[in-house]
């Protein structure tokens, strides 16, 4: 019963974090700025007065999918916040600028991160399947379950802990970045971009909180030593 209220408690609160960023992103994703530049001219705007070069900006069609790639360099936006002019477009491609800039600095949360990447990978994939494996063979005792489980949350909760100030710094950096460099305007602009990056960090978040609810769970038998049915 108890674990049945986890699932549905952590997947109401990503559910609601996922929302609130769309239902966000969607109000401020409309008009224009006083600038008149699109997301993607401001993201060559800021790698140029940042110093970078070497960063390929660019485009696809999934939406709010935008993300800088640290092995590609390739900073990649939505085409809506590409080609878009509104406070939204310009505060998500800051952003993602502000990861290129973390890259080009050797941000030491964002190289911690990217050199787990890899091993998260393989402790997501464990906590999918391990369960699965223990429910229909039988072969997995509880507690060692219990162990592998424990170990590869923590694993994701480290991820997820070290993401944080990996995505409130670049935050930072556009809200610092587009007002300085006349990008967006003081007063409502402002505003729209820092309630459009506030909500995206609740995402990262809710992650947090979830690894942290999942590794705490199934750390607790072996802390009392007792089995769970």
Known sequence: MTLWLIILATMGLSLWAAARVRLTYNRYNEGTV???VTGGEAAQLILRQAGIHDVEVTHHDEMLSDHYDPLRKRLVLSTDNYYGTSPAALGVAAHECGHAIQHQRAYKP???RMAAVGVTTFASQLVM???LL???TGLIQPMVAATILAGAWGVMMLFN???LPVEFDA???AKDVLGRMGLITPGAEALAVRKVLDAAALTYVAAFVTSLVYFLWH???LL???DRE
């Open 134 to 136: 223990g429910m229909f």
């Open 171 to 173: 935050s930072r950096r």
């Open 161 to 163: 802990l070290v993401t």
């Open 34 to 36: 006083a600038s008149g």
């Open 219 to 221: 750390l607790l038998p």
């Open 224 to 226: 009392t030593g007792r």
């Open 110 to 112: 964002l190289m911690w």
């Open 129 to 131: 399947w391990l369960p």
